[in-house]
């Protein structure tokens, strides 16, 4: 049995179909984990989301921002924006079947020893409030009234935790968390719209995994939505957003939770669109 982490593919079906290939990936025996932005920007998201659905439980899917912009774009309350490319999943005859599965998808995961998810953590949440925290907005996203989240889940407000949160102030900061955040202060103050390298942090800021003390800092954390930050391996961190949809690559990490051994795997990918955004 092999384990692998991948990371952004945003509608870049055949460079997948080709990683998975060159992985001799096979459903009955590996595990895939996949750390959001499945969709858009790429020239086949729908593909994409088919592919993964037909691997069933071999393939377990984190929600990134672009895959929440789809979500509320489809339920009219988020209207698309210039460079997405959603409209395979939208105008699709199984339409409903691809965003329902999308809806049920995790905003985080912590599995052989390692906490998944696509954007970063605040520095006062430990890995089980992570989890817990995640759930209260997958259980919003899988409730009758998931129209009503997406209403309220866009903003930069409030920028930081509270434990006294409540609503969709709540809500809004675990998402902008778990698939927004790069860069905060040392106090966890989000800084939502800097999107830059690592010696680009404004002012009084600094990558959210370097905040000193950081309570999931025990726990190797793989994330992806960071291009410009590029692949990182640490002991305690795994970035695998290589830039696919830009013309970087396309990134796996291949992981023994046993012996601890890694390997990196990359697939070269024609750009789908000009570098830049999020």
Not at 20 to 32: E, I, K, M
Request: charged letters at 20%.
């Amino acid at each position: 049995m092999a384990l692998y982490l991948i990371g952004d593919v945003q509608g870049c079906d055949e460079p997948l179909a080709r990683l998975l290939r060159h992985v001799d990936f096979s459903p009955s025996r590996d595990h895939l984990y996949l750390l959001g932005d499945l969709v858009n920007r790429g020239p086949a998201s729908a593909q994409v989301l088919r592919r993964l659905m037909a691997l069933d439980g071999s393939a377990q899917c984190l929600l990134g921002n672009h895959d929440l912009s789809l979500l509320a774009i489809s339920q009219g309350v988020r209207a698309a924006r210039p460079g997405d490319t959603i409209d395979s999943v939208l105008g699709a005859p199984d339409r409903d079947a691809l965003l329902h599965w999308l809806r049920h998808q995790r905003m985080a995961l912590h599995a052989h020893g390692v906490l998944m998810l696509h954007g970063g953590v605040l520095p006062q949440w430990d890995v089980a409030q992570v989890l817990s925290l995640a759930g209260e907005v997958e259980s919003a996203l899988r409730s009758p009234g998931h129209a009503d989240f997406f209403r309220e889940m866009y903003g930069n407000l409030p920028d930081a935790w509270s434990d006294d949160l409540q609503g969709a102030d709540r809500l809004r900061v675990i998402v902008n968390a778990l698939t927004r955040l790069r860069f905060c202060t040392p106090g966890g103050v989000m800084h939502l719209k800097a999107s830059g390298r690592l010696d680009e942090a404004p002012p009084s800021t600094l990558a959210w995994f370097d905040v000193p003390g950081r309570r999931t800092a025990g726990a190797p954390v793989a994330f992806g939505h960071w291009s410009q930050l590029g692949l990182l391996l640490r002991d305690d961190l795994i970035a695998l957003d290589t830039g696919c949809v830009w013309g970087g690559c396309l990134s796996a990490l291949r992981f023994d939770p046993v012996t601890g051994s890694r390997e990196v795997v990359q697939v070269k990918c024609p750009q789908a669109q000009e570098p830049g955004g999020d």
